[in-house]
């Protein structure tokens, strides 16, 4: 069965990244929610997809107790996201504020799904593979996955993602044919798509055998499923 993952909870239809969206797409019969994590400028684990906030502050520079309402830390994040997997995507990138050239922050998260307990139901991911590497060396029971924007070249990307040890690759959709598919598998890596709304790409996405599909609209996947 194709996994459908609440792109940031159920995005279309309730704020993104709020505890509203993650609820909601629980009730839509979602099977796991993406979320994204920052850090603030005390060191708190939050879930936000942008660096910086609306007024163009940037997160790290606030401290939790400052920021507005919306952003929920990860605690209660993953809370609201009870009976559903959890895609944990760190957010690290060169050229924004909060990126972390260290371990800090993958080690934050790591230690954080630890404590809390919840290591059998969260796949961490980053577009940054020293970020998932260093969750996955700190947590070898947290399921890690290497999130991607293209492919050169699908042997070298798919045999570097299962020797670095992780679980998966998160490709963009437009790189998506059965060949990467199928070379994944190979390698005994599951592959996560992002991120689809339309019906009959998600159907195609399902006849080739990908693992998940991240979706802004998790009640049009599930339909398009034929699980509703």
Known sequence: MTTVIAHRGASRAAPENTLEAFRLARRQGADMVELDVRRTADGVLVVHHDAWLADGIPIVAVAAADLPP???????????????????EIKNLPGEPD??????????????????????????????????????????????????????????????????????????????????????????????VWTVDDPERIRALAAMGVDGICTNVPDVALAALGRT
């Open 99 to 192: 990126f972390d050239d260290g371990d800090a922050v993958a080690l934050a998260v790591a230690a954080a799904v630890t404590d809390l307990g919840l290591a059998d139901r969260i796949l961490v991911s980053s577009f940054n593979l020293r970020t998932v590497d260093t969750v996955h060396v700190s947590a070898p029971e947290l399921a890690t996955a290497w999130l991607l924007v293209s492919v050169p070249d699908v042997a070298e990307t798919v045999e570097r993602t299962a020797r670095h040890g992780h679980r998966a690759l998160h490709p963009h959709d437009a790189l998506v044919d059965a060949a990467l598919v199928d070379a994944c598998h190979r390698a005994g890596l599951a592959v996560n």
């Open 70 to 88: 919306h952003i929920p830390g990860l605690a209660d994040a993953l809370a609201a996201c009870e009976g559903m997997g959890v895609n944990l």
